[in-house]
């Protein structure tokens, strides 16, 4: 093997590749090494030196200075040894430079193998370690080509994956086109690096934000969280750090020009600028804004929330296909039930008449239990008597009878219910027709009653 240009070889490979040239001076060492053993024997110590300034590689070949040779490919006798130095004793360790030619023709493959190999991986390597710090950023690229579905990215260095799932719907693309995508990760596999990237993503939302808007940038506006239906509604939430900027402001910019931009990107995705909220029914009524909310029930324990709003709202903060409150449901983290007033009021007013059948409970009390949680007999019924003691201020004794009435009063309902379901029998109808034929027949002597003798109505 001659190695000629070996520098030349090194600087370009590690300007190309993006390769530490370091890291291929270690590879070339190394294919050296293999090669010389190779030629020399599995035993063989060697060295490599490489002068970073002329490009020269030299080769040494380590050897013991032994009275007794055992082992040849790493040991020789004083007398070999005084070829190299006369000077040199027993048990000294000798150098011996050798020609990189000697190796041979099996011996130099080997070595151009490995040194492929190791190429190969510190490529792939240096790859990972570039894109693994751009994982959750905005990346752009060139459409390469299209593989089942997917849409494969060339990014300069690296080819990556934008996966059908992590497409927008309706965008179309074309080999050459320029795409901005969300890196979403970046796995290391034996193949070598994979760039997975996605435009559905909420993160590339609010990477878009970042961007686009200094505030966000500069950390006096925050991104709290971001929801999508990708190419359809999404909702992002943002809070000020100072008091005097306005975050919804800020992101929309001067005559909707920031948050227009945004939308362009993500082709018409209608965007929604919440403005955050520590006070989290606030921030529940913000996130379903453009509906006027009327009241917010919480239940605390379930993370769950009651909305009521006024009837004209109603469609407005469902949204269409469930939307609006989807989108809400996820950003805030809590559930949310949306209901309208006129819904409310008759769930109140049954709630309370199921109450009000118990005799120990009468609207002032009836209304402490609603308000408690407690909407009907059911709610009675599961709840503990000593809980229930709390509420309504009485003795467990006490409470456990009116949890015994609340279940005869749920019999009767549920009795009262299943016979005005049983169907109809047979005599029942026919009587019931017979009464109807009468009520006719009656209905018409009324008629001839009320009729003077010109056969007109008086």
């Not at 005599?427 to 017979?434: N, P, Q, T, V």
Request: aromatic share 4%; with cysteine.
């Amino acid at each position: 093997m001659i190695i000629t240009d070996i520098k030349r070889v090194i600087d370009q490979v590690s300007r190309e590749k993006g390769i530490d040239a370091e890291v291929l001076i270690n590879t070339l060492k190394e294919a050296i090494v293999s090669a010389a053993r190779k030629k020399l024997g599995p035993r063989a110590d060697i060295e490599v030196h490489y002068d970073g300034k002329s490009g020269e590689v030299e080769v040494f070949h380590f050897k013991e200075v032994v009275e007794e040779v055992e082992f040849p490919d790493n040991e020789l006798t004083l007398e070999q040894g005084y070829e190299y130095d006369p000077e040199c004793e027993i048990g000294d360790s000798l150098g011996i430079r050798i020609d990189t030619e000697e190796f041979g023709r099996i011996a130099a493959q080997s070595a151009k193998q490995v040194i492929i190999q190791k190429m190969r991986e510190a490529e792939r390597n240096a790859v990972y370690e570039n894109f693994i710090h751009k994982k959750g950023k905005i990346i752009n690229g060139i459409v390469q080509r299209f593989d089942r579905g997917s849409i494969i990215v060339n990014l300069g260095q690296a080819e990556a994956v934008l996966r059908p799932k992590e497409q927008m719907p309706r965008e179309n693309y074309k080999r050459g086109d320029r795409i901005r995508a969300y890196v979403m990760d970046v796995l290391e596999e034996s193949k070598g690096a994979q760039i997975v990237l996605s435009r559905t993503h909420p993160e590339f939302l609010m990477e878009l934000f970042r961007t686009e808007v200094p505030e966000v940038a500069e950390g006096i506006v925050k991104l709290q969280g971001a929801a999508r239906v990708p190419g359809v509604r999404a909702k992002i939430a943002v809070s000020s750090t100072d008091s005097d900027v306005d975050p919804v402001g800020a992101c929309v910019g001067m005559k909707g020009n920031r948050v227009q931009n945004i939308v362009q990107e993500l082709r018409g995705e209608k965007i929604d600028i919440v403005q955050w909220s520590p006070d989290v029914a606030r921030f529940v009524c913000n996130a379903l804004s453009p509906a006027e909310i009327s009241r917010v029930i919480i239940d605390e324990d379930n993370r769950s929330m009651e909305v009521i709003v006024n009837d004209e709202y109603l469609s407005i903060a469902i949204g269409k296909g469930g939307q609006n409150v989807s989108l809400a449901c996820e950003i805030t983290g809590w559930h949310l039930e949306v209901t309208s007033e006129e819904e409310y009021s008759r769930e109140v007013k049954l709630g309370y008449e199921s109450l009000m059948k118990l005799d120990n409970v009468g609207l002032p009390m009836a209304e402490i239990l609603f308000k408690s949680g407690y909407a009907s007999l059911i709610d009675i019924v599961e709840t503990s008597p000593e809980e229930l003691a709390s509420v309504m201020d009485i003795s467990v004794d006490e409470a456990e009878a009116t949890v015994v009435q609340a279940k005869e009063r749920l019999k009767e309902e549920q009795s009262a219910a299943d016979a005005a379901a049983e169907p109809v029998s047979e005599k029942d109808e026919l009587s019931a027709s017979e009464d109807d034929a009468s009520e006719d027949d009656a209905s018409e002597e009324t008629d001839v009653d009320v009729m003077d003798d010109n056969g007109a109505e008086p």
